[in-house]
């Protein structure tokens, strides 16, 4: 028993190795920044009433997760996020009328700053997906957020591999 207890970690160990050694990550194992920013303001130019919150909310937990959301008189750099356009598109695709699919489009501006106030890096960043539509208004709902979400996430991700101070 002890011999085939050994054998199988041994086999564990050299998978973990070859997995490491090509550069393949674990799901939710993010590389972590190496700063830190506060999110200083959030705009929304957008034609959709009140995305703010939501936008702030995602952004906290997308840096906080990398370790780069730091407190406000400690943090290296300062955010400001500008949602510039959030779009919808939908389709009915079928003969009923009951389900079809819709899609997000996002427009975010990221203007990092230093402490002293200069301005260190501006970009702006794209996302679209693509989400269901069914006959049930509250999963059409969740859908719809999950999608914006989706989508704030991802520009923010493209921002997270582009600034590298």
């Known amino acids: 028993m ?4 050994k054998g199988g ?3 564990l160990i050299l998978i973990l190795v070859m997995i490491s050694g090509c550069g393949y990550k674990m799901a939710g194992m993010e590389e972590r920044a190496n700063y830190t920013l506060t ?3 959030v705009y929304n130019q957008s034609s959709e009433p009140d995305m703010e919150r939501e936008i702030g909310d995602v952004a906290v937990n997308f ?6 959301l730091g407190d406000n008189g400690k943090s290296r750099y300062i955010a400001d996020l500008r949602l510039k356009d959030l779009s919808f598109e939908s389709r009915i695709v079928t003969r009923t009328g009951q389900t079809g699919t819709s899609s997000v489009s996002c427009e975010l501006e990221v203007t990092i700053h230093d402490r002293t106030g200069k301005e260190v890096f501006t970009g702006t960043f794209n996302s679209r997906t ?3 539509l069914t006959s049930d208004l509250g999963k059409n ?3 719809r957020t999950d ?3 989706y989508v704030i996430r991802q520009s ?4 997270y591999h582009d600034f590298r101070p």
């Open 2 to 5: 002890l011999k085939s207890l």
């Open 9 to 11: 970690v041994s086999a």
């Open 39 to 41: 999110i200083a303001s």
């Open 63 to 68: 840096f906080s997760a990398r370790g780069a």
């Open 130 to 132: 693509v989400y269901d």
């Open 141 to 143: 709902k969740r859908n």
């Open 147 to 149: 999608a914006v979400n």
């Open 156 to 159: 923010l991700t493209d921002f």
